[in-house]
Structures are given as structure tokens and as C-alpha cells.
């Protein structure tokens, strides 16, 4: 992370920080990223994949699909987009 990143601190505390890829970047500046977590099932105790899609700004359009991109929390920018493209981690081969 930058300096600038690491000082940008909410009145709450830090920002929230994820690691997705690119599914969409059909709009103008404005990214679609797929995060995956595992979740432990209530009643069978096993692990189950549950993705979001996170809208994310991305002010130069350098972020295309395939692309693996950390995302970082930010005030709402629409109705949908409450986060933004911080880093491109590896671009899609």
C-alpha cells in the first residue's frame, strides 16, 4: 500500500480493504469486482464459497476483466459504488 492509503483513516477507524476480480468494465470508470469468502455452514459445518460484487471506481479505466485488483472503501460515489480500484495486483493473462 501507498502512504497516501495507509493515511486515509474514516472517522471509525481504517478503510476496508478486499482483493477481487474483475468481472465487468462495461460502464465508464466503473469496475465490477467478484470477491470471494468462505462461510462455515450453520448445520453441516462445512465451507461453503459466497461471492460479492463489489462496484468499484476506476478513474483511468486501467482495470479489465480477468484482472486481479485491490479494492478499498470509500464514500458513497452512486447509488451502487461505495468502493475503489486502489491497485492493480496482476492483469489477466
Do not use: C, F
Not at 32 to 39: G, I, K, S, Y
Not at 42 to 71: C, F, Q
Amino acid at each position: 500500500m501507498t502512504d497516501k492509503e495507509q493515511k486515509s483513516k474514516a472517522p471509525g477507524g481504517t478503510r476496508k480493504v478486499r482483493v477481487g476480480r474483475v468481472v465487468s468494465e462495461r460502464m465508464n470508470k466503473t469496475v465490477v469486482v467478484a470477491v470471494e469468502r468462505l462461510v462455515k455452514h450453520p448445520l453441516y459445518k462445512k465451507y461453503v464459497k459466497r461471492t460479492s460484487r463489489l462496484y468499484a471506481h476506476d478513474e483511468r479505466n486501467d482495470a479489465h476483466e480477468g484482472d486481479t485488483v485491490r479494492v478499498v472503501e470509500t464514500r458513497p460515489l452512486s447509488k451502487l459504488k461505495r468502493w475503489r480500484v486502489a491497485a492493480i495486483l496482476e492483469r489477466a493473462k
